[in-house]
């Protein structure tokens, strides 16, 4: 069922092109039983390419505020859910629900406004 679940979602957010990447709300933001799962999940499935806390080792920091290919939601979804072909980057799909995925991000977006916060990026 989670495959299903982040297969239908990316189909429908591919299939409306007009849709604006910033349209997209991740409905876990800012929920802090959310974001702990988030760190659970990022700590277990992320942190060994993108570093503690996001902060970025073989793959890039995740808590700068800024992303090569964009940092929407949407997108980082999407690179989640799908990964990204041609680099080291795998999916995630199959293994983690949409719920799970949200979390995560959710998770991202509280760390880097306390890294910001902190000034550990300019």
Known sequence: MRPLVCLVLLA???LSPSLAEDDIKNPHEGDPAAIAKGYDLF???????HGGHGMGAKGP????????????NLTLFSTIATGRPGTQMG?????L?????W????????????????????
Do not use: N, V
Not at 43 to 49: G, L, N, P, S, T
Not at 97 to 101: G, K, M, P, V
């Open 43 to 49: 700590a277990a499935r992320c942190a060994f390419c």
């Open 91 to 95: 999916a995630f799909g199959g293994m």
């Open 103 to 122: 979390d995560i991000i959710a998770y991202i977006r509280d760390e880097t406004r306390k890294q910001q916060e902190a000034g550990d990026h300019e």
């Open 12 to 14: 429908f957010l591919r």
């Open 97 to 101: 629900s949409a719920d799970e995925i």
């Open 61 to 72: 920091a995740l808590t700068a505020g800024h992303y090569k290919r964009g940092g929407s």
